[in-house]
Structure formats: structure tokens, C-alpha cells
């Protein structure tokens, strides 16, 4: 074998349609494009969702639901996962530079802590939101719950 004995398989290669090169080629007069109507006109071109008259889809589909724009969405983290953290490093403050460090948050994201799982370590956590249970456990294990202060503003505003 060699490359000037190479063919395409049989079968995979097609000769191109002409269309519109008379009578006798059986695709002249129309141009295999049938009488009259949109799609036989040049330049005709279908709207992106159409479906022949039918009633399209994105409009048989009932709409539902409601997307706030203006939700504040937190990344949850709750006590255990600290407690586990505080277990590993000993640390006393767990604040945003320490959960980023530790690969617990994402760098915009809001914090909130949640009350899974127990404390035992008295630490000084930082975060954007505390529920109330979270915060009574932190605070029972002789800890302190802290939200930023420009947070806080934030907070009140809305």
C-alpha cells in the first residue's frame, strides 16, 4: 500500500445536488424548493425556535417559580467541620484567612455558621452570619461568635 492507491470507501463520497440546471437534470424550475411560500423565496431564513405554526415549546411549558436578584446566598459551615479544623491545627481564631487557607470557603464567599455537630474548643470564629443555635454553642464553649462590622451595616440596611 501506498499513497497513490489510497481511495475514499465506497459509498462515502456523493457527487453535489445542481440544482437549477434545467429541465432535464429533474431539479430545474423550482430548484427542488416546491411552489410558493416562505421557503421558497431567497433569503428566507426560520426563527430559531420555530415549529411549523405548532405552538413552540418554550411557550407549551408553563412558567413557574420566582429568582430573587437580590438574594444573599451563604456558603453553609457548620460547627463540626470546625471542631474538626480546631482538632487538626489547634488553632484559637478561625477567621475568613483561615477557612480560605484550609480550602473551606471560596474567596467572595459569605460565610454563614450553622449549628451541626458539637464545639468543645473555645474559639474566636469570624463569619458573615451565625444562626442563633450556632452562636449559643459557640458562646457555651466559652468561644465568640463575630460578624464583620461592615457586614453588619449591610445587614441592617436591608
Same mark, same amino acid.
Given at each position: 500500500m501506498n499513497l497513490s492507491n489510497l @481511495? %475514499? !470507501?465506497k459509498g462515502s463520497v456523493r457527487? @453535489?445536488?445542481r440544482v437549477g440546471r434545467g429541465q432535464g437534470s429533474g431539479m430545474g424550475g423550482t430548484s427542488t424548493r416546491g411552489h410558493k411560500g416562505a421557503? $421558497?423565496?431567497s433569503g428566507y431564513s426560520r426563527k430559531i425556535h420555530f415549529e411549523g405554526g405548532q405552538m413552540p415549546l418554550q411557550r @407549551? =411549558? %408553563? *412558567?413557574f417559580g420566582f429568582k430573587n436578584?437580590? @438574594?444573599v446566598e451563604? *456558603? %453553609?459551615l457548620n460547627l463540626d467541620s470546625i471542631q474538626a479544623l480546631i482538632d487538626e491545627t489547634k488553632a484559637t481564631i478561625v477567621d475568613m484567612d483561615f477557612m480560605l487557607q484550609h480550602g473551606? =470557603? $471560596?474567596k467572595k464567599d459569605l460565610v454563614k455558621v450553622l449549628s451541626r455537630g458539637e464545639l468543645t474548643a473555645a474559639v474566636e470564629i469570624h !463569619?458573615? !452570619?451565625f444562626s442563633s443555635s450556632a452562636k449559643e454553642a459557640i458562646e457555651k464553649a466559652g468561644g465568640k461568635a463575630i460578624v464583620p462590622a461592615k457586614h453588619v451595616k449591610e445587614e441592617a440596611a436591608n
Open positions: @481511495r %475514499p !470507501a457527487e @453535489r445536488k421557503q $421558497s423565496r @407549551r =411549558v %408553563p *412558567k436578584i437580590n @438574594r451563604y *456558603k %453553609p473551606l =470557603v $471560596s !463569619a458573615h !452570619a
